[in-house]
């Protein structure tokens, strides 16, 4: 079955940066659009960026802050978080895009503190 696993979270300061990683299974990878998406503590969850063949898209607020890139071979995708800001403290996931209420995980969770 399709199954996303996500790691690379953790506590960092305002300013640092992360990269997250979604390793996905069960899947023909290459061929299926992936996204990240988060989660803050009383709000809904929220796509951050997407990749779709060699393509991207970003949320207003982590444009020019994150990229996504993902790597086919090894069925992961990655979020490279620079310049974070303690508004960008959530749970972060990875699911196909649109998502499907079937695939998420547990999510990797990120601090950021001011």
């Known amino acids: 079955q399709v199954q996303f696993v996500e790691s690379g979270g953790g506590l960092v300061q305002a300013g640092g940066s992360l990269r997250l990683s979604c390793a996905a299974s069960g899947m023909t990878f290459s061929i299926n659009a992936i996204g990240w998406y988060r989660q803050a503590p009383g709000k809904q969850r929220d796509m951050v960026a997407v990749i779709s063949g060699g393509s991207t898209s970003y949320a207003d607020s982590v444009k020019g802050r994150f990229t996504i890139s993902r790597d086919n071979a090894k069925s992961t995708v990655y979020l490279q978080m620079n310049s974070l800001k303690p508004e960008d403290t959530a749970v972060y996931f990875c699911?196909?895009?649109?998502?499907?209420?079937?695939?998420w995980g547990q999510g990797t969770q990120v601090t950021v503190s001011s």
């Open positions: 699911n196909k895009f649109p998502p499907s209420k079937d695939y």
